[in-house]
């Protein structure tokens, strides 16, 4: 019954990924250059960690902001949380390049946001948001926003709230019985949305190349200027294989950590 879609994965997944890591040390001979320019030369170090720091920045942006909100869905009652759900949802189904696109005219030098400021007399001229790391980031807060929400609201929703009523029977006040238990026993939900968050950023191409510009470069926008325009087959596939061993790295981390807290509640 696994025969078929495990050859599907194998064909379609795992044969290009290991042609793309094979490439990027065979071709055009067998060599670790490619390698040795993507951790050594100026440019591609500092878009590597342009990438890491965006992708962190993100994360802990979304989770921020998702968290009060998603204690506040979990909570909801059952009509009132459908509703909620569906407007976390219903975001999803429009394409990550229109909403770039919108905020590229929410940013613009004549955007809505230009537009108030001027308005209010807090500036005389424009600001140039675009391109810029500012516009980055509010644009992938807002497609990932979803994916931190759903992990945090599913593992909120498993929280037994007998513990809290408990809590507040025994005298604890609500924010002790927030930090003491309803934080810990949403950490699973924290780390899989920090996880999700993190690694999905890593390797996002239509934000970082819509309103980042050259200036707020990220690794897959390098990678498909090495691939398509400079031809350089070679160094785009070690900066992929590079991207993809970071990505592996970091689950294989979170596997190890989300382990290590279920042992521990298990011996607890």
Same mark, same amino acid.
């Given at each position: ?16 990924l290991v042609w793309v890591a ?34 962190? &920045?993100? @994360?802990? /942006?979304? *989770? %921020? ?7 506040? $869905?979990?909570? !909801? ?23 770039s696109y919108a905020w590229m ?84 939900? &924290?780390? @899989?949305? /920090?996880? *999700? %968050? ?7 191409? $239509?934000?970082? !190349? ?51 807290g279920a042992v521990a509640i298990?011996?607890?």
């Amino acid at each position: 019954m696994l025969v078929a879609p495990g050859l599907f994965l194998a064909l379609f997944f795992v044969v290009p990924l290991v042609w793309v890591a094979l490439r990027s040390v065979l071709d055009p001979e067998p060599t670790m250059a490619h390698y040795v320019r993507v951790f050594t030369a100026g440019p591609y170090v500092r878009v590597l960690w342009n990438t890491i720091e965006t992708a962190a &920045i993100v @994360a802990v /942006l979304c *989770l %921020v902001i998702a968290y009060p909100v998603a204690a506040l $869905v979990a909570f !909801a009652r059952e009509q009132r949380f459908r509703l909620l759900m569906a407007l976390i949802l219903i975001p999803l189904w429009t394409s990550a390049v229109i909403r770039s696109y919108a905020w590229m005219i929410v940013f613009q030098r004549r955007g809505v946001i230009n537009d108030a400021l001027q308005m209010l007399g807090l500036i005389d001229t424009p600001i140039r948001f675009l391109p810029g790391s500012l516009a980055v980031h509010v644009g992938m807060v807002h497609l990932m926003l979803p994916f931190m929400l759903l992990p945090l609201i599913a593992n909120m929703r498993g929280i037994d709230r007998n513990l809290l009523r408990a809590a507040e029977v025994l005298g604890a006040n609500p924010v002790r019985r927030f930090v003491e238990i309803f934080v810990p026993l949403s950490r699973p939900g &924290i780390g @899989a949305g /920090l996880t *999700l %968050v993190f690694m999905t950023s890593l390797g996002f191409f $239509v934000t970082p !190349a819509l309103l980042g510009g050259p200036q707020h470069m990220m690794a897959a926008v390098l990678i498909e200027q090495l691939a398509n325009t400079q031809l350089d087959w070679p160094l785009a596939s070690a900066l992929s294989t590079t991207l993809l061993a970071v990505t592996s790295a970091i689950y294989l981390v979170y596997l190890r950590v989300m382990r290590g807290g279920a042992v521990a509640i298990a011996k607890a």
